[in-house]
């Protein structure tokens, strides 16, 4: 079985705040996304990645930045949380090529306060 | 506009009904395509590929349309079960969810 890993399921932090939120893949997986989900506004692609040491955009990069050094572990970085980043955080992973799975993490609840 | 658009519902049936969702997309230059559920206060698994061709997978059945640039996924006899948000996703050089449709199936 795919297992995504994700560090924690709640995290309360303070605005300013640097933010880590760290996600495992089991899978060997060179796939790798961060999404946020908001009421409304379904899953937002924040950052992927498609191998290690890189990264690209995704559609709400502002913010954030992530790190991948090594093929398992895909990490979101808030370099100074907002009240606006309160937010569920979705780590996915899929295998190379098109028509592939995306597996998900169980969800990172994130309050800014 | 939105890469992926998606009526958000919801759609309020009883068992045993049809009901079909859809689900159009910007970027022309899309390869692969799926629908998604997810239940409450969960993540997101995958329900079905959907192919050129069109495909089904027991009571459900997914069409792409990609001269219109739309996607359709087709329940039919509608179980309690089946009350979830389906997510339409399309891929071409990222991974792009829509916001989902949601589904209430009642007795």
């Known amino acids: 079985d795919v297992k995504v890993t994700q560090s924690s399921r709640y995290l309360v932090k303070r605005t300013g705040e640097k933010v880590f939120l760290e996600c495992v893949q089991d899978?060997?997986?060179?796939?790798m996304f961060w999404y946020r989900q908001d009421p409304g506004l379904g899953l937002r692609l924040i950052y992927f990645?498609?191998?290690?040491?890189?990264?690209e955009k995704g559609d709400i990069p502002e913010g954030y930045s992530v790190s991948r050094e090594k093929k398992e572990r895909f990490s979101l970085i808030l370099e100074s949380a907002s009240t606006n980043q309160t937010s569920m955080y979705l780590c996915?992973?899929?295998?190379?090529?098109?028509?592939?799975?995306?597996?998900f993490g169980q969800g990172t609840r994130l309050t800014v306060v | 506009r939105k890469e992926v658009e998606q009526d958000p519902g919801p759609f309020n049936v009883p068992e045993g009904a049809t009901v079909a969702f859809n689900c159009t997309y910007s970027?022309?230059?899309?390869?692969?395509f799926f629908w998604y559920r997810q239940d409450c206060r969960k993540e997101p698994k995958l329900l079905m590929s959907?192919?050129?061709s069109g495909n089904e997978d027991g009571r459900f059945t997914a069409q792409l349309n990609r001269a219109s640039q739309y996607i359709s996924l087709l329940i039919r006899d509608s179980k309690l079960s089946d009350s979830a948000t389906y997510l339409c996703?399309?891929?071409?050089?990222?991974?792009?969810f829509g916001a989902g449709t949601r589904l209430a199936v009642h007795p």
């Open positions: 996915a992973s899929s295998a190379g090529g098109l028509n592939t799975e995306a597996f």
């Open positions: 899978m060997d997986h060179e796939n």
């Open positions: 990645s498609y191998d290690v040491k890189m990264k």
């Open positions: 970027n022309s230059a899309s390869q692969s």
């Open positions: 959907v192919y050129s």
């Open positions: 996703v399309v891929f071409g050089n990222k991974l792009i």
